[in-house]
């Protein structure tokens, strides 16, 4: 995939404040982006690039076809520059499922847009009622037909952990958004932020966050439909920045999550075909070794205690 240059339009065009949801906080952001601003961004962004690379911008962190049009059109303008001049190779923006219609979508195409990422979150409708989305999972569904009908790339953005997740209805969004075949998903596991409703809410004893050990889980069942069903799965956790290490209050954080989920997600394999041979030799390919055995060789201490009677060694899969 080509680089991604990130231009962050936090909370922008968003109708509702979801319970969890600080993105000045994520993007490390408050000023509202721009045309000027997201011009001086892509041109330092291109100038370090070696001749012939054209990254995608990327306008990312808030609800960008809710934006009124006349300022998508200026932000937009920028971007087309960009393009026209060889130096972006497309445009990939986020938005909200109840705002996307066949107007927006033609207007995007006009505009270099290639990928749509939908922030799906959850596809269980009490569990967005309670997160405060304004949207359902319905939304989701016909706005991701008119996206993939339309002919761009969709990705769709998932969360585990949110008010009235259970590990069932985690794994139920799962299946439900496998079944919609998007190129690409998102998995985010709730994180507390401050100056947002759920850490009040975390505050007054009312939200019970995961702790990464659980969501790791979670997240794991999540992997292993997507993995099923053929969805690249682009990341696991929100990416570690010096503002979120001090930010984040409670719930899912840790610098190498989608690594951990990977592990689990090993784990659960190496155990399965352990419990189908006799010997302790297991072998995988070299691109998935590191995973496979775990951080701090986690994996292989856990499948040595649960299968103390042979020697367990995970290995490169000779071709």
Excluded at 24 to 45: F, H, N, V, W, Y
Aim: hydrophobic residues 40%; proline residues 6%.
């Amino acid at each position: 995939m080509a680089s991604i240059v990130p231009i962050f339009v936090p909370h922008a065009g968003c109708p509702c404040q979801c319970v969890f949801c600080n993105q000045r906080a994520i993007a490390g952001q408050s000023a509202r982006m721009t045309p000027d601003r997201a011009k001086e961004i892509l041109t330092q962004a291109v100038s370090v690039l070696p001749d012939g690379c054209a990254p995608q911008a990327a306008f990312y962190g808030g609800s960008f076809t809710a934006i009124p049009v006349e300022e998508q059109e200026a932000l937009l303008a920028v971007t087309d520059v960009f393009l026209s001049q060889g130096k972006l190779s497309a445009v990939r923006l986020s938005t909200r499922p109840d705002a996307i219609d066949e107007a927006t979508l033609e207007r995007l195409r006009r505009h270099g847009v290639k990928t749509i990422e939908l922030g799906a979150q959850s596809m269980d409708d009490e569990v967005l009622r309670l997160s405060q989305r304004g949207h359902t999972a319905a939304d989701t569904v016909h706005a991701s037909r008119l996206i993939q009908q339309a002919g761009f790339s969709l990705v769709l953005q998932t969360m585990a952990g949110l008010p009235g997740d259970t590990r069932e209805t985690v794994r139920q969004t799962a299946e439900r958004i496998a079944a919609i075949q998007p190129d690409g998903v998102r998995i985010y596991p709730v994180a507390v932020l401050p100056d947002t409703p759920l850490y009040d809410m975390w505050k007054a004893g009312a939200y019970v966050p995961l702790d990464n050990g659980t969501a790791v889980i979670w997240c794991a069942d999540m992997l292993e439909v997507f993995e099923g069903a053929h969805i690249p799965v682009i990341r696991m956790g929100l990416n570690p920045t010096e503002e979120l290490n001090g930010t984040v209050q409670a719930g899912a954080y840790h610098p190498a999550f989608g690594e951990l989920v990977w592990n689990e997600w090993w784990y659960r394999r190496l155990y399965t075909r352990l419990e189908a041979q006799k010997d302790g030799t297991l072998y995988v390919p070299a691109r998935a070794l590191s995973r496979a055995i775990g951080q701090k060789r986690c994996n292989l201490q856990r499948l040595q205690r649960q299968f103390p009677d042979r020697d367990i060694r995970i290995q490169i899969q000779r071709t």
